[in-house]
């Protein structure tokens, strides 16, 4: 099976969007400065650092859970999977429903 050489990218507002947000919830989760300003600022109530701390951790298992799978279809149909692995773990399932359009 012929090798394609491409990785195809989802919108870069996903990548800003769902990106920023993990940064953001990192953020607040590292720094007891931060998250209390935001807690100060918010009407509703933040989720302690603990809790944030804990979805960072289950952020990143399902972000390399999504990899081995994007990294297992695209060998399959035999497209870049070091690539796809890569873009996956970065930005999650936007990558996949774009590996699953490309074939």
Request: contains cysteine; glycine residues 8%.
């Amino acid at each position: 099976m012929a090798r394609r050489a491409r990785v195809i990218r989802p919108s870069w507002g996903w990548f800003a969007l769902l990106d920023g947000g993990i940064v953001v919830m990192s953020v607040l989760a590292a720094s007891e400065q931060a998250h209390a300003a935001v807690s100060e600022a918010l009407p509703a109530k933040l989720p302690g650092r603990t809790v944030l701390k804990a979805m960072c951790v289950g952020t990143a298992v399902i972000h390399v859970a999504e990899a081995a799978v994007a990294a297992r279809l695209a060998r399959r149909r035999g497209l870049p999977a070091r690539g796809w692995a890569v873009q996956t773990f970065i930005v999650g399932f936007p990558s996949l429903l774009a590996l699953r359009k490309a074939s």
